[in-house]
Nanobody, 124 residues
Framework: QVQLEESGGGLVQAGGSLNLSCVAS????????MGWFRQAPGKEREFVAG????????RYSESVEGRFTISRDNNKNTVYLFMNSLKPEDTAVYYC?????????????????WGQGTQVTVSS
């Protein structure tokens, strides 16, 4: 059984930083592409960032490109999302997700496993 557990969310002022973590269990972590998504109140869940199995390839949404950095440590079964220069519009529940190899997808249905999410709130 796959389990993904996010942590690191919280309340931060605009311009600040947060580092999210997601620990995976139940699968061979290094065989899976990992993604971060977010969902703001009243909005659909959207892609934020993705990283290939060995961390060679990354992909970002336009809204976070240059501000967020995704990384992974396969020895710790953990994927990270470092968020810098945060804006109020970044406020959302952030989810990590896992999908089999080949390509980093940007749609919700492209991922097989999901965590429960961690709340990020950015105050103005």
């Amino acid at each position: 059984q796959v389990q993904l557990e996010e942590s690191g969310g919280g309340l931060v002022q605009a311009g600040g930083s947060l580092n999210l973590s997601c620990v995976a269990s139940g699968r061979t972590f290094s065989s899976y592409i990992m993604g971060w998504f977010r969902q703001a109140p009243g909005k659909e869940r959207e892609f934020v960032a993705g990283i290939s199995e060995r961390g060679v390839r990354t992909r970002y949404s336009e809204s976070v490109e240059g501000r967020f950095t995704i990384s992974r440590d396969n020895n710790k079964n953990t994927v990270y999302l470092f968020m810098n220069s945060l804006k109020p519009e970044d406020t959302a529940v952030y989810y990590c997700a896992m999908r089999p190899w080949l390509e980093i997808r940007t749609t919700v249905d492209g991922y097989d496993y999901w965590g429960q999410g961690t709340q990020v709130t950015v105050s103005s």
